[in-house]
């Protein structure tokens, strides 16, 4: 299960003109799947003239952000530390954790805290051993909503309207099994909301499923999904439905008794 490669072409709407704008537009270039980008591939994925790219990159690897290796370009390690400062995703995390921890040492499949990022479902934590199925999720990785676990929970306990939007946007087909009728996946997310889990069976990567688990704040909203992931073959998804459900509602109880920054606070 890989995080979504967002394929990157250049922008229709021309570069901005701030500034401020052009450089993090340099810095959005780059993808999961990038270990490093030249300053073509920059200048092209940004649509920003070479001789621009080049002065704002070099700003970018004054202040730190980025590092320049025989001629190429990679994400540093202050964005990362940028990121662990984030409070309301930080706190999630931390109270997280263990909960995380327990699900691994029940079953040694790969376990994922996920939360809603817009039209994808995004990687907070992971956690995973030797003896997990090794996959291709990693923190920060986003996923499409419709053929993922945790990505069908926060579609399930959505708004229509919400629905509505991923709907129209298209439903991608990843593998033979994604689900890509509406009125069809409209009825799996029903079942979903009903049993109170998700499934994605090979959806997204053929050979991988997943089973995920609403997590509630004090106030019944989701703000994040719990998830096993493993191989297709050997995950019995019903019989670890209800230890991934378990371990939800208790992180759920934590937050309501003990309230964290999550995502949806403001």
């Known amino acids: 299960m890989a995080p979504a ?12 003109k701030s500034v401020l704008a052009r450089g993090l537009r340099l810095l959005d270039a780059f993808c999961s799947s990038d270990d490093s980008l030249s300053l073509t591939e920059l200048a092209e994925r940004t649509g920003l ?16 952000g ?36 327990d699900l691994y040492e029940a079953t040694h499949e790969n376990i994922h805290l996920a939360v809603q990022d817009g039209m994808h ?14 996959i291709g999720s990693e923190v920060g990785g986003k ?9 069908k929970v926060f579609l399930a306990m959505g ?27 409209r009825r799996e997310l029903a079942r979903a909301a009903s049993s109170g889990y998700g499934i994605n069976h090979e959806e997204y990567e053929v ?14 909203r989701v703000v994040a999904a719990l998830s096993i992931t493993g191989n297709a073959s050997t995950l019995d998804l019903d019989r670890l439905a209800p230890a991934v459900r378990t371990a ?8 309501s008794l003990t309230p964290v920054r999550t995502p949806l606070d403001r």
């Open 66 to 101: 980025l590092e320049r290796d025989e001629g190429r370009y990679r994400l540093s390690m202050k964005l990362f530390e940028l990121g662990q400062r984030v409070p309301r995703r930080r706190d999630l995390r931390q109270a997280a954790l263990p909960y995380l921890e």
């Open 248 to 255: 939800a509602l208790a992180l759920s109880r934590e937050l």
């Open 143 to 151: 996923l499409p909503l419709h053929c993922t676990a945790t990505g």
């Open 207 to 220: 050979g991988v499923s997943a089973v995920a688990a609403p997590v509630f704040d004090a106030r019944r």
């Open 121 to 134: 479902t995004m990687f907070l934590e992971k956690v995973s051993g030797h003896r997990s199925m090794p």
């Open 5 to 16: 490669d967002h394929h990157h072409e250049m922008p229709t709407d021309g570069p901005p």
């Open 159 to 185: 708004s229509p309207e919400y629905f509505r939007r991923i709907a129209v946007a298209g439903l991608t087909r990843w593998t033979p099994r994604t689900i890509v009728a509406p009125g069809r996946l």
């Open 49 to 64: 003239p070479k001789a621009t790219a080049f002065r704002l990159v070099a700003e970018l690897v004054a202040w730190g």
